[in-house]
């Protein structure tokens, strides 16, 4: 049966895509702009958005299993309600949905509130469910290499407590793993929660430390202040999204994102590999 991939063009499920497509899945991913949406010859391309609901009908058709990855959007919630909707209108009780770590607990952050509303959805309504729960993003350090690079500040106000950011690579595998999991599976199975996290849990002060070590010169951490991060985040985004970043950082700061005993050992068991560290994504930034 098809597996549906909605968030198909974004740094995690481009990859998800990839990993199904190298497991044999019969792939369809739903998308606003085809022409712009370069998949591999095999992965069926459906035209819509997530408040279109002709077009979630038609692609949702035939599907047995959901991957839901909701951008970060205003409208996030209900787009993510109306889908899960849809979904079971459509007879689909198997999905794989990207939640965020914490979810339950960063009530105060917007889009950790909305994806804990969704598993608490896909919960009550009977859905046999993987939520992923990933840490920050290492991929989107990207955003504030300028100032790395340039400046000599690692700008993330991230604190001491500790962040196990994760690679995008290593969420998407284990996105991929579940997929194949459930879609091949005689009955819908129980909910799973699993939290994607990195190796390492990180400080401000030990990422520029690592930052340092990669460009050979002194990078500093530029404090828990997150005044400045938002005002930088809302040169090229809109003011409400700088704002909600700031929410984040400010959780990061007074709660870290740190893991539970035995997650590391359990996605290293479950990928058969190491995760993808820090380190890495530094040193591919560094050289350009």
Same mark, same amino acid.
């Given at each position: ?11 995690? $499920?481009?990859?998800? *895509?990839?990993? =199904?497509?190298?497991?044999? &899945?019969?792939?369809? +991913?739903?998308?606003?702009?085809? /022409? ?54 459509? $007879?689909?009780?198997? *999905?794989?949905? =990207?939640?965020?770590?914490? &979810?339950?607990?960063? +009530?105060?952050?917007?889009?950790? /509130? ?175």
């Amino acid at each position: 049966m098809t597996i549906l991939v909605i968030g198909a063009t974004g740094r995690v $499920g481009r990859h998800v *895509v990839d990993q =199904l497509v190298r497991r044999g &899945a019969a792939v369809r +991913v739903l998308t606003r702009g085809p /022409a712009k949406a370069f998949f591999p010859a095999s992965v069926e391309v459906a035209q819509g958005e997530l408040l279109d609901i002709d077009a979630v009908r038609s692609a949702l058709a035939g599907v047995r299993t959901l991957f839901l990855l909701n951008a970060v959007t205003g409208d996030e919630f209900t787009q993510a309600i109306v889908t899960l909707n849809l979904a079971r209108e459509a $007879g689909i009780d198997r *999905v794989v949905y =990207l939640s965020v770590f914490d &979810a339950d607990r960063a +009530v105060n952050v917007p889009h950790f /509130a909305v994806k804990h509303g969704a598993e608490r959805m896909l919960e009550a309504m009977g859905f046999g469910a993987t939520i992923l729960r990933p840490t920050y993003f290492i991929d989107n350090e990207v955003m504030v290499k300028d100032v790395i690079l340039n400046h000599g500040v690692y700008p993330m106000p991230i604190g001491n407590k500790g962040l196990a950011m994760v690679d995008a690579r290593d969420i998407a595998e284990v996105a991929a793993i579940e997929l194949m999991r459930r879609d091949t599976a005689e009955a819908a199975l129980p909910i799973e929660t699993i939290n994607i996290v990195g190796p390492d849990t990180l400080t401000g002060e030990g990422v520029a430390a690592i930052w340092s070590e990669v460009l050979g010169r002194s990078i500093v951490y530029g404090g828990d202040d997150p005044s400045g991060f938002e005002a930088n985040m809302a040169t090229f985004m809109p003011k409400w999204t700088a704002y909600e970043m700031r929410l984040m950082a400010q959780r990061y700061v007074s709660d870290g994102m740190i893991p539970q005993a035995g997650d590391v050992e359990r996605l290293t068991s479950l990928l058969g590999r190491p995760l993808h560290s820090y380190r890495e994504t530094a040193t591919r930034i560094a050289g350009g």
